[in-house]
T-cell receptor, first 113, second 112 residues
Framework: DGGITQSPKYLFRKEGQNVTLSCEQN?????MYWYRQDPGQGLRLIYY???????QKGDIAEGYSVSREKKESFPLTVTSAQKNPTAFYLC????????????FGSGTQLSVL | GENVEQHPSTLSVQEGDSAVIKCTYS??????FPWYKQELGKRPQLIID???NVGEKKDQRIAVTLNKTAKHFSLHITETQPEDSAVYFC???????????WGAGTKLIIKP
């Protein structure tokens, strides 16, 4: 689904550094989500946004921050407070207020140097 | 809160045989149950879903069944092929914010 783009594909973080993962969609979706995926585990919700300038914490928000200044964009910052950031991060979007399918980005693999 | 358990964590079947993956959910108010497939290194994609007013749904070789009384739903893949090898995730949602609660995933291996 080329409508949702994540970058970069691979990202390395140094100790004490904040890094930002990009997520852009051109599907005109109101709802956007950030998930963390660890090996052998399901998708865990970090943050979600249902409308511009509004977002809510998911199950594992500690050490992460987001913004939603534009409908198309939902960047995720992994702060130095996140002590175990190594994981595969997936961004997703869908039509707000429905059970329509989630469209996922291709993911960002974050590793610690 | 809602919890979704998925079994087995790994399933190995001979090519051409059937595969069944099962999920149970805890909240009886859940009303939507999708299945996503994630091939190695790729993004998850919806393969089939079912709503609580339906007991079974089929799409070619893939089917999903829902037992609301027992609070479980299953993915059935018949005549498995090598391209079915992937991790499969179930999920459940309810309520006005339609948040999905995910199972831990099943790695399906198709043996030639």
């Amino acid at each position: 689904d080329g409508g949702i783009t994540q970058s970069p594909k691979y990202l390395f973080r140094k100790e004490g550094q904040n890094v930002t993962l990009s997520c852009e969609q051109n599907l005109n979706h109101d709802a956007m989500y950030w998930y963390r995926q660890d090996p052998g585990q399901g998708l865990r919700l970090i943050y979600y946004s249902q409308i511009v300038n509004d977002f809510q914490k998911g199950d594992i928000a500690e050490g992460y921050s987001v913004s939603r200044e534009k409908k198309e964009s939902f960047p995720l910052t992994v702060t130095s407070a996140q002590k175990n950031p190594t994981a595969f991060y997936l961004c997703a979007s869908r039509v707000f207020g429905t059970n329509e399918k989630l469209f996922f980005g291709s993911g960002t693999q974050l590793s610690v140097l | 809160g809602e919890n979704v358990e998925q079994h087995p964590s790994t399933l190995s079947v001979q090519e051409g045989d059937s595969a069944v993956i099962k999920c149970t959910y805890s909240d009886s108010a859940s009303n939507y149950f999708p299945w996503y497939k994630q091939e190695l290194g790729k993004r998850p994609q919806l393969i089939i879903d079912i709503r609580s007013n339906v007991g079974e749904k089929k799409d070619q070789r893939i089917a999903v069944t829902l037992n609301k009384t027992a609070k479980h739903f299953s993915l059935h893949i018949t005549e498995t092929q090598p391209e079915d090898s992937a991790v499969y995730f179930c999920a459940a949602s309810k309520g006005s914010n339609y948040q999905l609660i995910w199972g831990a995933g099943t790695k399906l291996i198709i043996k030639p």
